[in-house]
């Protein structure tokens, strides 16, 4: 069982910058993948960026961040970052981090097995 706690959510201004963090309870071995989807209020969750854990650091993107958002992460602090830049209006919603058993990344919800509770990012014009 791993649990994630994620950190880092707040308001911000059209244009600003946050960092969010995705700490697991546990070290997780090389074989997992980690993600990060978002639900905005009556919309359903959509996959946001995932990265494995494996020696590649393969990582994948939805189109609606690339170029803006980055995910990391810190295998010795057993956490994953989302950087995200260029906030815009649309990229308010509850931000979850997710683990998933296996290397390969995945955009997938039901590709997951472990969630965190979500930290809420809102993004004002």
């Known amino acids: 069982q791993v649990q994630l706690v994620e950190s880092g959510g707040g308001l911000v201004q059209a244009g600003d910058s946050l960092r969010l963090s995705c700490a697991a309870s546990r070290r997780p071995v090389s074989t997992y993948a980690m993600g990060w989807f978002r639900q905005a209020p009556g919309k359903e969750r959509e996959f946001v960026a995932a990265i494995t854990l494996s020696w590649s650091g393969d990582t994948a993107y939805a189109d609606s961040v690339k170029g803006r958002f980055t995910i990391s992460r810190d295998n010795a602090k057993n956490t994953v970052y989302l950087q995200m830049n260029s906030l815009k209006p649309e990229d308010t919603a509850v931000y979850y981090c997710?683990?998933?058993?296996?290397?390969?990344?995945?955009?997938?919800?039901?590709?997951?097995?472990?969630w965190g509770q979500g930290t809420q990012v809102t993004v004002s014009s």
């Open positions: 997710a683990a998933k058993l296996g290397r390969v990344v995945s955009a997938t919800v039901m590709g997951y097995n472990y």
